[in-house]
């Protein structure tokens, strides 16, 4: 709780002190789940209430629907331009975060059209013609950086999955299949060719 700040629904990078504006949304969407998690094992409603609040209260803001760039902004500080970037690991997390609240029966129907809209752009912005996720778009102009990390791909294809699980989208289980198949492509991006034994 030392790094809550209350009044902007967040939780901050470090402690919180007058003036700290170092609060990422990838960051406060795993805080989201992780409050959701312990509501489910707990059923204290203060966790879930806490969760809807970083969520909604803080999260969203980072959520540009305008597709011009659209997608859901990395960070918070006004005067940190990586902070603009429109990142994969903070639209996945929301993702990830919104899906906890859909599952758990919370305004199941907005919680997956979030999630939907989420993904949708993830996909039509930030995916490679390899199937791979790349990192994030970069302001000012909104150029695709194409460094490809593991938690990107492995983020969006879990949650392809999860959605499937609920909406038995066959559309999402066939985007989770091919992008695991891109994933473990010996010859893609991500597979590490030090490895001497592939089997």
Not at 34 to 40: E, F, G, I, N, S
Not at 59 to 79: E, I, K, L, N, T
Not at 99 to 115: H, P, V
Request: glycine share 6%.
């Amino acid at each position: 709780e030392k790094y809550r700040n209350a009044e902007a629904h967040a939780y901050n990078a470090w402690l919180d002190f007058p003036g700290n504006v170092d609060r990422y949304y990838d960051d406060n969407a795993i805080v989201a789940r992780v409050l959701m998690k312990a509501y489910r094992v707990t059923h204290d409603r203060r966790y879930l209430d806490r969760a809807r609040d970083v969520l909604d209260g803080f999260v969203r803001q980072g959520w540009d629907a305008s597709d011009s760039p659209g997608g859901m902004h990395w960070g918070f500080d006004p005067a940190n331009r990586a902070s603009r970037e429109r990142a994969a690991c903070s639209t996945c997390m929301t993702a990830l975060a919104a899906l906890e609240m859909a599952s758990a029966g919370i305004e199941r129907k907005r919680y997956l059209e979030w999630t939907e809209a989420l993904m949708d752009w993830l996909m039509r912005r930030l995916q490679d013609s390899d199937g791979l996720i790349c990192d994030a778009l970069e302001p000012p102009n909104w150029n695709v950086r194409r460094v490809k990390w593991t938690y990107n791909t492995g983020m969006a294809i879990h949650v392809h999955v999860l959605l499937w699980r609920m909406t038995r989208s066959k559309a999402r289980l066939e985007a989770a299949r091919a992008m695991a198949g891109a994933a473990t492509n010996r010859s893609g991006a991500l597979y590490d060719s030090l490895v001497k034994d592939p089997d």
